[in-house]
């Protein structure tokens, strides 16, 4: 079967669905291409057009870029889109995400291949001020398409506000289905033997590392971590030795912040700021860490932690809720002292203690990506 993915934005050392769906498309008899643009303002870089060349290696899936004749807040109209498709002859199209300029393909006549689509939207990722009229908007065009026609054969779901979010702009059940949020087991695995090397470099033997992995940026807000941990006392982060590590691309206006708020520290504790790591390098500093947190939104790197062995802390949304395992770790929306709480119990309480946390791997197969690639490629059949 020949496949198409489509996705806006595409960075070839990261670890989000699309990577780890194309590294797990590997595995099967199948021709694969990525049709995404040159826009990388996402993820504070450029493109390095060696990083792509190393994953199609890695993947043998083929990356086509091409440029964007409009933007809109994060969404493309990528030139030559469908030129592109039709030179690819394709039996079925993956185009990820939903409610963009994507969608103008359901005013064109029903195309020879199948069309699936993809909904990443929770709530509280909808912060645009326009949202409303625009679920209107959408329900009463699009939407009415898609659930008179086969033009799509279906749409993903990747969890529950997920689910809402597509109820909300109208899309009928019948059309809907899950393709959760997950890991690849080849790539994400608690590697006992980096995590001792690691913490030997960075000097963390017989600390308590809390660590942040992610966008360090307005939306994600790894500095309220600083808030969480003024929290606690002087005694008790000298007792368990707390140290903080981050990782990850950095905004520059946002670092501004992030740096001022370090400086606000009530306590002397040994912390560092890395740069990001190739998505394949990450489980090793998941496995070097003890606990995550993450303290705005949501994020795929929640899974990835708890199958490295790490308890995760997070606000107490419903996404969260359902991909953290245990939900007695979520707090409510900026109560960073019911966080700190949370992270106290945790320490005290040892749950960062990697051999109790070996099950988390069983507990989430469900969401292995390997499995899923077999529910969705059964789906194009």
């Not at 809720?321 to 005290?348: G, H």
Request: a positive charge.
């Amino acid at each position: 079967m020949k496949i198409i993915h489509v996705e806006d934005h595409f960075d070839p050392t990261a670890g989000y669905q699309i990577n780890e769906l194309l590294y797990a498309s590997k595995n099967f008899d199948d021709e694969v291409y990525l049709i995404t643009s040159d826009d990388m303002s996402p993820f504070h870089k450029s493109v390095d057009l060696s990083l792509d060349k190393k994953f199609e290696k890695e993947t043998g899936i083929k990356i086509v870029r091409l440029k964007s004749l409009f933007k809109l807040s994060a969404r493309l109209i990528l030139k030559n889109l469908t030129k592109t498709i039709q030179k690819i002859n394709p039996d079925a199209v993956f185009m990820h995400g939903i409610a963009d300029f994507k969608d103008l393909i359901l005013l064109k006549q029903k195309q020879d291949f199948k069309i699936v689509r993809d909904c990443h939207m929770s709530w509280v990722a909808a912060k645009n001020k326009f949202r409303k009229p625009f679920y209107l908007f959408y329900k009463l065009t699009f939407a009415n398409i898609i659930n008179k026609t086969d033009k799509y054969n279906k749409i993903y779901a990747l969890g529950n506000e997920e689910l809402e979010y597509l109820h909300k702009i109208g899309i009928k059940d019948k059309k809907i289905d899950f393709l959760p949020h997950g890991f690849n087991d080849n790539i994400m695995y608690y590697d006992e033997k980096s995590r001792h090397k690691i913490r030997k470099k960075f000097n963390l033997k017989n600390n308590v590392v809390i660590s942040y992995i992610g966008k360090l940026n307005e939306s994600k807000r790894p500095d309220l971590i600083i808030d969480i941990i003024n929290e606690l006392d002087k005694k008790f982060i000298n007792v368990y030795n707390i140290s903080l590590l981050f990782i990850g691309p950095k905004d520059k206006n946002y670092m501004n912040l992030f740096n001022e708020k370090l400086n606000t520290l009530n306590f002397e504790l040994k912390y560092r700021i890395e740069d990001s790591k190739p998505f394949q390098e990450l489980r090793k500093y998941f496995s070097a860490s003890d606990i995550l947190i993450f303290p705005k939104q949501t994020t795929l790197s929640s899974i990835h932690a708890q199958v490295c062995g790490c308890p995760v802390i997070m606000e107490n949304y419903k996404s969260n809720q359902e991909r953290v395992i245990n939900n007695d770790n979520l707090y409510p929306k900026d109560d960073f002292k019911k966080a700190s709480e949370i992270l106290k119990k945790i320490i005290l309480n040892k749950e960062y203690i990697k051999d109790d946390n070996i099950e988390n791997k069983f507990i989430l197969s469900d969401r292995e990506y390997k499995n899923q690639i077999k529910k969705l490629y059964k789906d194009l059949k």
